[in-house]
Nanobody
Framework: VQLQASGGGLVQTGGSLTLSCAAS????????MAWFRQAPGNQRELVAF???????KYSDYVKGRFTISRDDDKNTVYLQMSSLKPEDTARYHC?????????WGQGTEVTVSS
């Protein structure tokens, strides 16, 4: 089962994008959902996660600029990104907080131009 992220694209510095990731009910309803990203040449890093109760946590790099949310009716997790910087350029993936290899999808590419 792969989790497919969508919503990426090319945006200028300071711009905004919202990413989406839909999961099956069996995955979404039982797990802390998370967004990760991987820039070329870098390791994959955790961006943010959200618990089933809605508690959130962000990496220091995105705190104050990104917002993670979840829609339990749609089994979808979102990542609203604003004040984007060139260093946010990466492929973004969703997974559960303790990521499973079989859940990694292709991700969605976000490119922030300077």
């Amino acid at each position: 089962v792969q989790l497919q992220a969508s919503g990426g694209g090319l945006v200028q510095t300071g711009g905004s994008l919202t990413l989406s990731c839909a999961a099956s009910r069996s995955i979404f309803g039982r797990n802390i959902m998370a967004w990760f990203r991987q820039a070329p040449g870098n390791q994959r890093e955790l961006v943010a996660f959200i618990s089933r109760a809605g508690s959130t946590k962000y990496s220091d790099y995105v705190k104050g600029r990104f917002t993670i949310s979840r829609d339990d009716d749609k089994n979808t997790v979102y990542l609203q990104m604003s004040s984007l910087k060139p260093e946010d350029t990466a492929r973004y993936h969703c997974n559960i907080w303790r990521p499973r290899d079989d859940y990694w999808g292709q991700g969605t590419e976000v490119t922030v131009s300077s």
